[in-house]
């Protein structure tokens, strides 16, 4: 079973959560496009790995190891930056060792994943690290906040006027710190606040496009598959975990 747990106050402008899976039991783990890169622990009892996962642009199946703790950090979409060598374009749709792209040491993070202690150990290590380079803030980051806070219902004209520079300039700095273009985040932005509403008991599938912002049940439903590979009733059967974390 997953568990979310939040990072300490300081780091919730950077850091979505934390989530563990003990003892994992399942085989694959499904990815949904979300703009954020996530970083990854897997310890068992003849190994221990470590990978930066960029975001995803598409639904994907990831292989999993029974028997196998798994730990994570999503990083808030454009803020992995502060952690890592890479620009979040080399890891979209890719995977590197943590090892060669983190820019601080994870210590004994992968001892600890099966004690209760582990995300206070992780709240210490990034804390640590940003007192060493403190985190600059760009003009993306307003962008960021402003699509998300708008459901991704805006105008990509809009958010490069925001950004003050032209489209072009605003789509490779969203490249270089998010990964994909501002207009893909919109659209996964949007998706996931349709996601969200669908979990909720009756709704109905009308209702929840014109709330999400879409211009009619259609074109969700192609905003659907094109990000998840399913319908919204499919989608709804088949991710009740994601849609219960997203209501929670």
Not at 198 to 210: H, M, N, Y
Not at 225 to 231: A, Q
């Amino acid at each position: 079973m997953l568990f979310n747990c939040l990072p300490s106050p300081g780091l919730r402008p950077l850091v979505s959560h934390y989530w563990v899976s003990r003892n994992n039991r399942q085989v694959t783990h499904a990815i949904l496009p979300d703009g954020s890169v996530d970083l990854v622990f897997a310890a068992n009892a003849t190994s221990t790995e470590c990978w930066l996962f960029g975001t995803s642009t598409s639904a994907a199946e990831v292989p999993l190891v029974a028997d196998t703790n798994y730990l994570g950090v999503r990083f808030r979409p454009g803020q992995a930056r502060h952690f890592m060598s890479l620009a979040a374009k080399e890891l979209t749709d890719h995977h590197e060792a943590a090892s060669e792209v983190l820019r601080f040491s994870l210590e004994d993070v992968p001892e600890q994943i099966a004690t209760p202690q582990v995300f206070q150990r992780l709240d210490q290590l990034l804390a640590n690290h940003l007192a060493c380079r403190h985190p600059d803030e760009h003009r993306v980051d307003q962008v960021i906040r402003w699509i998300e806070k708008h459901s991704g219902n805006v105008r990509i004209e809009e958010a490069a006027s925001m950004y003050g520079r032209s489209r072009r300039q605003l789509e490779r700095t969203f490249l270089d710190d998010v990964g994909i273009s501002p207009k893909l985040f919109a659209s996964i932005v949007r998706f996931q606040t349709a996601a969200a509403l669908i979990g909720r008991p009756s709704a109905k599938l009308a209702d929840v496009a014109l709330a999400a912002g879409y211009t009619d049940q259609s074109h969700m439903t192609n905003d659907f598959r094109r990000l998840t590979g399913n319908s919204p009733v499919r989608f709804l059967k088949k991710h009740v975990a994601f849609l219960q974390d997203e209501n929670d």
